[in-house]
């Protein structure tokens, strides 16, 4: 596939992935943590405690952002007659997918989206996260490539496509209205979030554009090493990645080493591993963790089922203690990436097309 | 067939009820007798078995008097010694010891110090309120037990042989316990009391904090020293200090049957490795105190 | 859109559901129902719980400061020592023995020391907690790590010094921030 510059879409990639790279420095700067104004899995886990899945009192808040993600994609899709509720796609492997998604991503800490902005605020850390990440989209491919398949989406019958997005209609109504069982922690990192309407509509904006460019950072690095330079995600991906780099610089959020770097530990071996699962993953199921979000709102219910996965994994990440921390990653943690690994090698195995 | 099975099985049996313990002329380590000579055989039994398997050599563990450790070093009983900071700059001023490993003990890790302490509610505020009082000390050898209070008072422009009603030093094993004793029962209006001893009574719950207050404090010093004699193979003393480095609180031994921990049963948190310039505060303690290696007749 | 009576039947008992979870709502069900009560008490449980422990650290430590401050440091980290026989593994026993080994210049130790309480309790860098120590933490680092860096090149087999310089740069990462 090629692209003109009259492509419409060429640009709507563009600006999605521009987009996201300022807009990923600035919510940091508005108050989210440091190298973290978007990080899904971060998010994730954050969520997962305001709902109660897990007791780390400093990891409590439903995240405007991640609210305004879904809510962004599915009044997009919605505008543009894109809703199509669909599903059926081996739906428990990927629910497990979503939980796996989160493990890998919290051994690294940070989602794919994170990992580039810790990258472009001169965290030297992330370097083997990239590594990783390029690698596990690699394998990813090749499995494609060999007849690794969880078979296709068919159109569903029913409403199941509406569920997550009815669901996080939900979310962003107990945000408003804050009833007592979702609970917001007062300290920590979760006690640091941009202005609630600014996280918002940034996670609409988002959400709109993601759903509208089909952006995604694993989806970027797929089509890079399959088509290089041809593809609009690789120049939407370099808009994210000189957008967020620009910000950090004219910000002064950046700070070039390898030590001292906020929420980044120096365990590089399971930096790599953690995201190597994380972009393997992201291509067995068709999307990084933001990109399932995005689907979810389309009404993609195997993404939702990804999407609920996600929610599990934030709230096992955090009660089970296989989340990295600056420390390092804990025993639990690095058993959790392993087994993330032996069951994408399981379903693959099994899940082959051996005509191919 | 039948036989040749047989003897293999004979073998088998013979040599699994063999002695495990590595063949070879025995290590012999001069352990320098803290306390007393049964709790430093109880203390260093394991570390010596842990030390016997990492080096594949028997190891013979030897407690010693502190007073005699120079004289039987330089005879050539021992091939390593564990002793205080301020044996180990003898043993190398004078006869060549080479540093293998500090022991790591308490809040200071591989250092301590020495201070004064009175009761709490003695009316000794400053070290010249010393003059005419009654001051019990440790074993002369002891850097942070007797050389670093003596040098503080020394600093301070307090002459202990003259201003001091009179010193003593308690005889017998557990020396340093007996000091802090000394002054909380009021057999003494001062007492120099080596912090680590301190902390570990504390610890223990034998006296309480509340009890003494610290009239000063020296420098903080190196602690006790493994230490190697010259000539000794080079890849011996690495393989020691390995052995020692490598130490976890994890790491165990089996002895008489029992499965023991070798830093619990040593009292010890672990071992690091100093230069030998870090022992230079005790050299010039030594020096000014007129203390071995440096004494001036 | 309803089809047949069914169809009709189960969209009159949806609009049935939906209306009666709003009077549930806005008729004041929540005040009488005590699982509600009990989810208001936790936050402010946990609240009681936080403040509970501040009492604790204050009225335990004290004697402690109250050394520390007067210059007394050997005896405010023997104070320590006895805390521990009844308070063990306690983040503030290692927090203020990081600061009065600071004070004592033996910055290894301090560092060491601090990272465990940090490790044990983020509030001590977190800018907006009562328990912050932000500025010790801080000047521990700034003085510590480049003698810690200097000791490594004298001496680079010093696996003290090695651990030492992790939970120096662990410090300087918490400080830094970051989602934990």
Same mark, same amino acid.
Request: aromatic share 8%; charged share 20%; proline share 4%.
């Given at each position: 596939?090629?692209?003109?510059?009259?492509?419409?879409?060429?640009?709507?990639?563009?600006?999605?992935?521009?987009?996201?790279?300022?807009?990923?420095?600035?919510?940091?700067?508005?108050?989210?943590?440091?190298?973290?104004?978007?990080?899904?899995?971060?998010?994730?886990?954050?969520?997962? %405690?305001?709902?109660?899945?897990?007791?780390?009192?400093?990891?409590?808040?439903?995240?405007?952002?991640?609210?305004?993600?879904?809510?962004?994609?599915?009044?997009?899709? %919605?505008?543009?007659?894109?809703?199509?509720?669909?599903?059926?796609?081996?739906?428990?492997?990927?629910?497990?997918?979503?939980?796996?998604?989160?493990? %890998?991503?919290?051994?690294?800490?940070?989602?794919?989206?994170?990992?580039?902005?810790?990258?472009?605020?001169?965290?030297?850390?992330?370097?083997?996260?990239?590594?990783?990440?390029?690698?596990?989209?690699?394998?990813?491919?090749?499995?494609?490539?060999?007849?690794?398949?969880?078979?296709?989406?068919?159109?569903?019958?029913?409403?199941?496509?509406?569920?997550?997005?009815?669901?996080?209609?939900?979310?962003?109504?107990?945000?408003?209205?804050?009833?007592?069982?979702?609970?917001?922690?007062?300290?920590?990192?979760?006690?640091?979030?941009?202005?609630?309407?600014?996280?918002?509509?940034?996670?609409?904006?988002?959400?709109?554009?993601?759903?509208?460019?089909?952006?995604?950072?694993?989806?970027?690095?797929?089509?890079?090493?399959?088509?290089?330079?041809?593809?609009?995600?690789?120049?939407?991906?370099?808009?994210?990645?000189?957008?967020?780099?620009?910000?950090?610089?004219?910000?002064?959020?950046?700070?070039?080493?390898?030590?001292?770097?906020?929420?980044?530990?120096?365990?590089?071996?399971?930096?790599?591993?953690?995201?190597?699962?994380?972009?393997?993953?992201?291509?067995?199921?068709?999307?990084?963790?933001?990109?399932?979000?995005?689907?979810?709102?389309?009404?993609?219910?195997?993404? %939702?089922?990804?999407?609920?996965?996600?929610?599990?994994?934030?709230?096992?990440?955090?009660?089970?203690?296989?989340?990295?921390?600056?420390?390092?990653?804990?025993?639990?943690?690095?058993?959790?990436?392993?087994?993330?690994?032996?069951?994408?090698?399981?379903?693959?195995?099994?899940?082959?097309?051996?005509?191919? | 067939?039948?036989?040749?099975?047989?003897?293999?099985?004979?073998?088998?049996?013979?040599?699994?009820?063999?002695?495990?313990?590595?063949?070879?002329?025995?290590?012999?380590?001069?352990y320098m007798n803290c306390n007393s000579e049964a709790e430093t055989r109880q203390r260093f039994r394991p570390l010596t078995a842990y030390l016997e398997q990492q080096l594949g050599r028997p190891c013979e563990a030897v407690p010693v008097d502190t007073q005699e450790l120079e004289s039987r070093f330089a005879a050539g009983e021992f091939t390593f010694t564990h002793g205080n900071s301020l044996l180990y700059i003898i043993l190398r001023e004078n006869h060549g010891l080479q540093l293998i490993a500090t022991e790591k003990r308490g809040q200071f890790g591989s250092r301590t110090a020495g201070a004064i302490i009175v009761r709490r509610d003695s009316p000794i505020q400053t070290l010249q309120d010393l003059k005419g009082k009654r001051m019990v000390f440790g074993p002369q050898l002891a850097p942070t037990g007797y050389l670093a209070q003596y040098d503080l008072m020394l600093q301070a422009g307090f002459d202990p042989e003259r201003e001091l009603e009179y010193y003593a030093i308690p005889h017998g094993a557990y020396k340093h316990e007996k000091v802090i004793y000394g002054v909380y029962f009021g057999d003494y209006d001062a007492a120099a009391a080596p912090?680590?001893?301190?902390?570990?009574?504390?610890?223990?719950?034998?006296?309480?904090?509340?009890?003494?207050?610290?009239?000063?404090?020296?420098?903080?010093?190196?602690?006790?020293?493994?230490?190697?004699?010259?000539?000794?193979?080079?890849?011996?003393?690495?393989?020691?200090?390995?052995?020692?480095?490598?130490?976890?609180?994890?790491?165990?031994?089996?002895?008489?049957?029992?499965?023991?921990?070798?830093?619990?049963?040593?009292?010890?948190?672990?071992?690091?490795?100093?230069?030998?310039?870090?022992?230079?505060?005790?050299?010039?303690?030594?020096?000014?105190?007129?203390?071995?290696?440096?004494?001036?007749? | 859109?309803?089809?047949?009576?069914?169809?009709?039947?189960?969209?009159?008992?949806?609009?049935?559901?939906?209306?009666?979870?709003?009077?549930?709502?806005?008729?004041?069900?929540?005040?009488?129902?005590?699982?509600?009560?009990?989810?208001?008490?936790?936050?402010?449980?946990?609240?009681?719980?936080?403040?509970?422990?501040?009492?604790?650290?204050?009225?335990?430590?004290?004697?402690?400061?109250?050394?520390?401050?007067?210059?007394?440091?050997?005896?405010?980290?023997?104070?320590?020592?006895?805390?521990?026989?009844?308070?063990?593994?306690?983040?503030?026993?290692?927090?203020?023995?990081?600061?009065?080994?600071?004070?004592?210049?033996?910055?290894?130790?301090?560092?060491?020391?601090?990272?465990?309480?940090?490790?044990?309790?983020?509030?001590?860098?977190?800018?907006?907690?009562?328990?912050?120590?932000?500025?010790?933490?801080?000047?521990?680092?700034?003085?510590?790590?480049?003698?810690?860096?200097?000791?490594?090149?004298?001496?680079?087999?010093?696996?003290?010094?090695?651990?030492?310089?992790?939970?120096?740069?662990?410090?300087?990462?918490?400080?830094?921030?970051?989602?934990?």
């Open positions: 596939m090629s692209f003109s510059l009259q492509d419409r879409h060429f640009w709507v990639v563009l600006v999605a992935g521009l987009s996201l790279g300022i807009l990923g420095v600035f919510l940091a700067v508005w108050g989210n943590p440091q190298n973290s104004g978007i990080c899904v899995s971060c998010f994730i886990e954050n969520s997962s %405690g305001a709902l109660g899945l897990h007791d780390n009192e400093r990891m409590q808040y439903l995240r405007p952002e991640l609210i305004g993600f879904v809510l962004g994609s599915i009044v997009c899709a %919605g505008v543009f007659r894109e809703f199509r509720s669909r599903g059926g796609s081996a739906p428990l492997a990927r629910l497990v997918s979503g939980i796996f998604l989160i493990v %890998g991503s919290a051994v690294f800490i940070g989602c794919p989206i994170k990992l580039f902005l810790r990258l472009t605020a001169g965290d030297l850390t992330a370097v083997a996260g990239v590594f990783g990440l390029v690698a596990g989209v690699w394998i990813g491919l090749q499995g494609l490539a060999r007849g690794i398949d969880l078979g296709r989406s068919e159109e569903e019958r029913g409403a199941t496509g509406l569920l997550i997005p009815a669901g996080f209609v939900l979310l962003f109504v107990f945000l408003l209205a804050r009833p007592a069982f979702i609970i917001f922690s007062e300290r920590g990192s979760a006690a640091q979030h941009a202005p609630l309407m600014v996280s918002l509509v940034i996670g609409l904006l988002l959400g709109a554009l993601a759903q509208r460019s089909r952006f995604c950072i694993t989806g970027s690095v797929r089509d890079s090493l399959l088509m290089g330079s041809r593809s609009p995600l690789f120049w939407g991906f370099l808009a994210f990645f000189l957008g967020a780099l620009g910000t950090s610089l004219v910000t002064g959020r950046f700070s070039f080493g390898l030590y001292g770097q906020p929420g980044a530990h120096l365990e590089h071996l399971w930096s790599f591993l953690g995201m190597l699962l994380v972009g393997w993953l992201s291509v067995l199921i068709g999307g990084c963790p933001f990109r399932q979000l995005i689907k979810a709102g389309e009404g993609d219910a195997d993404a %939702g089922l990804a999407v609920v996965g996600m929610l599990l994994g934030g709230g096992l990440v955090q009660s089970w203690d296989i989340a990295a921390t600056a420390a390092g990653v804990s025993i639990t943690g690095k058993i959790s990436v392993l087994a993330g690994l032996a069951f994408v090698l399981v379903v693959s195995l099994f899940s082959r097309d051996r005509t191919v | 067939m039948k036989s040749l099975i047989l003897t293999v099985l004979l073998l088998g049996v013979l040599l699994s009820g063999c002695d495990q313990t590595p063949a070879g002329q025995p290590i012999r380590i001069g912090i680590l001893d301190l902390e570990m009574m504390i610890r223990e719950g034998r006296v309480s904090a509340d009890d003494f207050r610290v009239l000063a404090q020296s420098e903080i010093i190196p602690y006790c020293t493994f230490g190697a004699a010259q000539g000794v193979d080079a890849e011996l003393v690495e393989k020691f200090r390995k052995a020692l480095l490598d130490l976890t609180p994890e790491t165990t031994v089996k002895i008489d049957g029992q499965t023991l921990k070798v830093l619990d049963a040593a009292w010890i948190d672990g071992f690091e490795t100093l230069l030998d310039q870090d022992y230079d505060p005790i050299r010039t303690m030594a020096k000014r105190v007129n203390m071995p290696p440096y004494q001036e007749f | 859109m309803p089809r047949d009576r069914f169809d009709q039947l189960m969209t009159a008992s949806l609009v049935a559901v939906v209306i009666f979870v709003g009077i549930l709502l806005a008729g004041g069900e929540a005040g009488k129902d005590h699982h509600q009560s009990s989810a208001l008490d936790r936050q402010l449980e946990r609240e009681m719980l936080y403040q509970a422990r501040m009492a604790f650290i204050e009225r335990n430590y004290d004697p402690v400061m109250i050394l520390r401050d007067s210059g007394a440091l050997q005896e405010a980290l023997l104070k320590l020592t006895e805390l521990a026989r009844t308070l063990p593994d306690d983040a503030h026993n290692d927090l203020l023995s990081g600061d009065i080994l600071l004070r004592m210049s033996q910055f290894d130790r301090a560092l060491a020391k601090l990272a465990t309480a940090v490790r044990r309790n983020a509030d001590y860098v977190d800018a907006a907690s009562p328990l912050n120590q932000r500025p010790l933490i801080e000047s521990a680092v700034a003085q510590g790590l480049p003698l810690v860096r200097d000791r490594l090149r004298s001496q680079p087999d010093n696996r003290t010094m090695a651990q030492i310089l992790k939970d120096g740069y662990y410090l300087q990462s918490r400080l830094a921030g970051g989602c934990e």
